[in-house]
């Protein structure tokens, strides 16, 4: 018997994959599956820990722990057994951000695919990628500054904008894709941007109190000069403005068609909220724990995602909304 013959079509098919970059580019997702929001998740959490590291590299005065950077001293990477505990502490924030760069870029290749369909997925990743390393470099001045508080701060703050587009990101691997529109009352919308931007005071206060405080970063770092006392009065000015705002929110989104989903979201903002203020107080009535403040410190870029995930879900793709959400949304 002679030996079957072997199609063309079959011998394409067994033929190996071309071993270029289009090639490796096709073995990427196409879609966004269950990989995709894993890593989003990760993305997000890996942000909102390096927060609790860089925290308690504040909080214990290890600041300095590495007098250096890139190095941790002129003539080591990384710490010696001199440095101690603080040199590892300080060490150990930097090598986590090594942590966020590989999950974000596996995030990103994750997505890159999508570009034309869905363009803002990559595009999130990229700005958080681009972050993480212009955060790495402001953690480096932040160090040969000697822990100035205003780079410190400014350091923190780029945390809690990484976390709130690590939220973003989050919310959209789960959205579809579309033009979206508003499911909530146009006045609904403008009490929770209000309400952002007060999170944002509130954020921003709390940088400057820590800047005042005992927990600045190192024994013989620099102070801003503001009374503590004072300011931690003055942060919980806004925290209680937020709050009221919040109560708002969570009340009015009762109201709401349950498909918008407000209530779900506002009542994650409202949690976060009532644990954070309870931690406020007893932190400052407790003298100010090392462990408590850097729960604290968590919570406020936690705060900040669940702020993200309120203004995002306040809009639908347009072929979701049915007449009535189109109505309610107008009104």
């Known amino acids: 018997m002679s030996a079957p013959q072997t199609s063309s079509a079959d011998t394409t098919a067994a033929a190996p994959a071309p071993a270029d970059g289009r090639g490796l580019l096709s073995r990427l997702p196409a879609r966004v599956g269950r990989p995709t929001r894993v890593l989003a998740w990760l993305v997000l959490i890996s942000n909102i820990v390096i927060v609790g590291t860089g925290g308690l590299v504040r909080l214990t005065g290890s600041g300095m722990g590495c007098e250096t950077w ?9 710490p010696t057994q001199e440095l101690g505990i603080h040199g590892l502490i300080e060490f150990g924030n930097r090598t986590l951000t090594g942590v966020l760069v590989i999950v974000a870029l596996l995030a990103f290749l994750s997505v890159v695919r999508l570009w034309r369909t869905r363009p803002e997925l990559p595009r999130l990743v990229l700005a958080i990628g681009i972050g993480i390393i212009l955060q790495a470099v402001i953690g480096g001045v932040t160090v040969w500054l000697h822990l100035h508080p205003s780079i410190v701060g400014l350091h923190y703050l780029l945390s809690a904008a990484l976390v709130a587009i690590a939220a973003a990101y989050v919310v959209r691997v789960y959205a579809k894709p579309g033009r979206r529109e508003l499911v909530v009352p146009r006045g ?3 009490v929770a941007h209000v309400t ?6 509130t954020v921003v ?4 109190l820590t800047g005042s405080g005992p927990h ?3 024994t013989a770092a620099a102070r801003n000069g503001l009374d503590p006392i004072f300011w931690q009065h003055v942060h919980s000015w806004p925290a209680y403005v937020l709050f009221a705002l919040t109560l708002v929110l969570f009340g009015w989104s009762y109201r709401l068609g349950a498909t918008t989903g407000m ?7 409202l949690g976060v909220e009532l644990v954070q203020i309870a931690i406020g107080l007893w932190q400052a009535r407790t003298g100010l724990p090392i462990a408590l403040v850097n729960v604290h410190m968590m ?8 702020m993200t995930a309120v203004i995002l879900h306040m809009k639908q793709p347009h072929d979701m909304l ?5 109505s309610t949304a107008i009104s």
């Open 70 to 78: 890139p190095y941790c001293t002129p003539d080591s990477l990384v």
């Open 188 to 190: 609904y919308a403008v």
């Open 196 to 201: 952002s931007v007060v999170v944002l005071i």
């Open 205 to 208: 206060i709390g940088i400057l």
């Open 216 to 218: 600045a970063g190192d």
């Open 263 to 269: 209530r779900r979201w506002t009542g994650l903002l």
């Open 299 to 306: 919570l406020a870029v936690t705060l900040v995602a669940a």
């Open 322 to 326: 049915g007449a009535g959400e189109r």
